[in-house]
């Protein structure tokens, strides 16, 4: 249905900043909320942010709230999250998904029906 590419992964120190960027391609006639997750090392992917379709309502992992900020820009199709005071427990590969429903977000993997490929973020000490 869509096609999602997720950019802006790499090396950082803690402390420092990424910007990710995630892409969106395909069928978008239906409104759809957009989110990332990410998954570490021997751990399950989590929730980590999600913003409704009109950019309103937006959600927040408790571990990222205050440093993490998810916008997005319909026109480009494309969902940001900046990520701000790194820390090494946020190394992951970070996923962008797309849900399909037209009004608030969700945390729940299950709503989302398009996924990324991820993104590797790592944070050294």
């Known amino acids: 249905q869509v096609r999602l590419v997720e950019s802006g992964g790499g090396l950082v120190q803690a402390g420092g900043s990424l910007r990710l960027s995630c892409a969106a391609s395909?069928?978008?006639?239906?409104?759809?909320?957009m989110g990332w997750f990410r998954q570490a090392p021997g751990k399950e992917r989590e929730f980590v942010a999600g913003?409704?379709?009109?950019?309103?309502?937006?959600d927040y992992a408790d571990s990222v709230k205050g440093r993490f900020t998810i916008s997005r820009d319909n026109a480009k199709k494309t969902q940001y999250l900046q990520m701000n005071s790194l820390k090494p427990e946020d190394t992951a590969v970070y996923y962008c998904?797309?849900?399909?429903?037209?009004?608030?977000?969700?945390?729940?993997?299950?709503?989302?029906?398009?996924w990324g490929q991820g993104t590797q973020v790592t944070v050294s000490s």
């Open positions: 395909g069928r978008t006639f239906i409104n759809y909320a």
């Open positions: 913003i409704a379709w009109g950019g309103g309502s937006t």
């Open positions: 998904a797309t849900a399909l429903r037209p009004f608030g977000t969700s945390r729940r993997e299950s709503d989302y029906n398009d």
